[in-house]
């Protein structure tokens, strides 16, 4: 498994430890990695150290362990390194992988590598299952929504680029979580699935129910798209990492991300909260942690 110490792996390594305590699972972590979320887990972890985007680090790892099945959470784009891997061993595990709905952006410069990744996976000889969520919320682990609820906190507005009116479906990472238990759990299952959240909002409507769910007004401030990519793009070039928003996010701010989620729920018996509930409980877990206000 890869991707153990992130949001995600963390959340469905908490159900796999209740569906099969004293497990036995081989993690590949990063020299770096903070491992000390997973020490309370009642699972024999063995811990791989390495890098999931290297031939070298899969290469010593396949001369150890062969395993059943892969579950490679950390990043789709390394799927073709992976697979070239197997291939020098002649085996074909079963692989469950995470991918994004980000495939289906119109920006290229963000969707090829996916579409790429994808056709690579297509041609794998063995069963696989690819899970691609929406944007993912459920924690201060979160790489969007956090952000978000803290800035409405702290200063009570937040700038719409653009009409504000186009639609996303956030999807709690901890129904992803569970979607990949039950991808693990039904073998037979095999091909690509969408998963997105229980409710399709609007940027506007997201704001309206972060004021909702903080108690307090969230004074929504309409600017032009443009002002928008030029301050992300040099906010990315100064902070890299560190840049609250990514131009990406504004770019993608004008697509309408809601995807259907039919074949999830009728294959993987998926059935995601509503985003209410599940910003409900971010905010709760951010208030009990003191990282916005009570
Ligand atoms: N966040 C979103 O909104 C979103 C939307 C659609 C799809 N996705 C995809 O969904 C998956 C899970 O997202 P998440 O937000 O739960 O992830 P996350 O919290 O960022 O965690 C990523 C995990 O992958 C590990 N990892 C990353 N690169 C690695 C490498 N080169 N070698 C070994 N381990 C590596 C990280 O290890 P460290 O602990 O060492 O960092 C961490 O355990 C990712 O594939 C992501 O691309 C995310």
């Known amino acids: 498994m890869t991707g153990c110490t992130g949001l995600t792996g963390g959340l469905f390594l ?77 085996k074909i595990p079963r692989l469950i992988v995470i991918g994004t709905t980000g495939i289906y952006s119109q920006y290229n410069e963000y969707s ?25 919320y459920g924690s201060h682990r979160d790489k969007n929504l956090h952000k978000l609820l803290k800035f409405c906190d702290r200063y009570g507005f937040f700038p719409v680029f653009g009409s504000g009116d186009n639609l996303i479906q956030p999807v709690h990472a901890d129904d992803l979580a569970q ?23 609007s940027f506007r409507e997201l704001l309206t129910l972060v004021g909702k769910l903080l108690g307090k007004p969230v004074r929504q401030i309409s600017l032009p798209l443009n002002a928008g ?24 701010l004008q697509e309408d991300k809601a995807y259907p989620h039919d074949a999830a729920q009728k294959d993987l ?24 206000s009570s």
């Open 14 to 90: 908490n159900y796999f430890a209740q569906l099969f305590p004293e497990r036995e699972l081989n993690c590949l972590v990063r020299p770096n990695s903070d491992r000390s979320s997973l020490s309370h887990l009642k699972l024999k972890l063995n811990y791989c150290v390495g890098d999931s985007s290297t031939a070298e680090t899969w290469d010593r790892i396949f001369s150890e362990v062969i395993p059943d099945t892969i579950i490679h959470i950390a990043q789709l784009r390394q799927i073709a390194t992976i697979l070239n891997c197997l291939k020098k061993i002649k």
């Open 229 to 252: 990519i030029w301050s992300a793009t040099i906010l990315e070039n100064i902070l890299k990492e560190r840049s609250p928003v990514r131009r990406e996010q504004i770019l993608r």
């Open 112 to 136: 090829q590598d996916y579409k790429t990744a994808e056709g690579q996976l297509k041609t794998y000889q063995g069963s696989y299952c690819l899970l691609r969520p929406t944007m993912i």
């Open 179 to 201: 979607a990949i238990l039950t991808a693990l759990q039904k073998p037979n299952i095999q091909g690509a699935y969408d998963l997105s959240g229980g409710t399709v909002v």
């Open 269 to 292: 018996d998926f059935f995601p909260r509503s985003l209410e509930v599940g910003l409900q409980q971010e905010v709760a877990l951010m208030r009990s942690l003191s990282i916005i």
